[in-house]
């Protein structure tokens, strides 16, 4: 069980850090998947608080590639999800197959 309360306005304040020193913009994740995962750092790392951690992470380069690597998701939920398979073969495919060619590019696949 997760020993820090992680407030949304800790999120958000987190959040604002990140975006204004590093440019990196996590404000559309889910909220309660945010939560966890900061609850989640918190709990390997040594800090105590949401902004302790904020103020590491502004200040340490390591430490926020370390933060990264933790927040960014490294699954492929896609492979997860029967209902896209679904309507992928019922309603796009068939769609598709009217065209002569196509190109099809996956921004951001987890494994590739």
Avoid: N
């Amino acid at each position: 069980m997760t020993q820090f309360s992680v407030e949304k306005q800790d999120i958000d304040s987190l959040l604002a850090a990140i975006l204004k020193a590093h440019g990196y913009d996590f404000r559309h994740y889910a909220q309660a998947s945010l939560k966890r995962r900061v609850s989640d750092f918190l709990e390997t790392t040594s800090f105590q608080s949401c902004h302790e951690l904020q103020q590491a992470l502004i200040e340490d380069r390591k430490q926020f590639r370390d933060f990264l690597l933790f927040m960014s998701l490294t699954t492929t939920e896609l492979f997860k999800d029967p209902d896209f398979y679904t309507v992928l073969k019922q309603k796009v495919l068939p769609t598709l197959q009217t065209y002569p060619y196509i190109k099809i590019w996956l921004a951001g696949w987890a494994t590739g």
